[in-house]
């Protein structure tokens, strides 16, 4: 997808590239919860997205889109393809999804995450899977709860980024501890994605303010009276906030 396809959320220069497939838009978003592959479609390109998250539902409990009627109305090649493992609620069924993610679409680049019946990412089973996918030959992005030796374990592990929760998930808080999300991002050289609980614009601000090199939203955009219109703000939220992160713009912040 060309640059001015995609609008000006996306950068010059990738923040990640994995076996030669660049991501350049810092705005992620989640599609699990939508069930019209159209409206999948102009919300990606809404938010100038350039990646596109698929999954596997082990217990079948959830809503699911035909990946044929997600091509016609998508356009895969037009994105890179990763999976995710967001149903996971075990290392087990982690390992388990992203297996059937490669072996039916092989899908090498995955969304790790391991949440318990709490919703909330377990850090020692996410760094155990992680370890173990990548041994399998997958890139790994592991979704955990702010903790720098965490961050650390998985950057040494060989994760190509950390995904770190922001507040739990759905609960439109944002960054409720920001020592903490500050203190695992620079405890890690790897790209850092915030996310989990980013429920308006200027949460999203906040989150590109304090230094992530992306975010990823997805239940306030799917549950949204106009997810295209809100797909469209969060991208620009996420200009503002790493425009002004680059610029150094944000006055001192919380201590």
Not at 89 to 108: E, H, K, N, P, V
Not at 112 to 117: G, I, K, M, Q
Not at 187 to 213: F, K, N, W
Request: charged letters at 20%; aromatic letters at 4%; one cysteine or more.
């Amino acid at each position: 997808m060309s640059t001015a396809a995609l609008g000006t959320a996306v950068t010059a220069e990738p923040w990640l590239s994995l076996r030669g497939r660049e991501f350049r838009s810092r705005l992620i978003l989640g599609i699990e919860q939508y069930t019209d592959p159209t409206l999948v479609s102009e919300v990606l390109r809404s938010a100038a997205c350039d990646v596109f998250i698929t999954t596997f539902d082990l217990e079948q409990t959830k809503p699911s889109l035909l990946m044929s009627d997600l091509d016609e109305a998508v356009g895969l090649d037009d994105y890179v393809w990763i999976g995710t493992t967001s149903f996971a609620r075990s290392r087990q069924d982690a390992l388990l999804t992203a297996r059937r993610l490669r072996d039916s679409y092989g899908i090498d680049i995955m969304k790790l995450d391991v949440r318990p019946s709490d919703n909330l990412p377990h850090n020692a089973q996410t760094v155990t899977a992680a370890a173990e996918l990548i041994a399998e030959g997958f890139d790994v992005l592991p979704f955990i709860l702010p903790d720098p030796a965490t961050a650390v374990a998985l950057e040494q592990a060989g994760c190509a980024a950390v995904r770190v929760m922001c507040s739990p998930v759905a609960s439109a808080r944002g960054v409720v501890d920001e020592r903490a999300v500050r203190e695992t991002m620079a405890a890690v050289s790897i790209p850092v994605v915030l996310e989990g609980g980013l429920g308006t614009p200027a949460q999203v601000v906040r989150a590109m303010e304090l230094g992530a090199d992306a975010v990823l939203v997805n239940t306030a955009v799917a549950q949204a009276p106009s997810p295209t219109k809100l797909a469209e703000s969060m991208r620009l939220a996420v200009e503002a906030g790493r425009l002004a992160a680059d610029q150094d713009l944000v006055g001192p912040l919380d201590k």
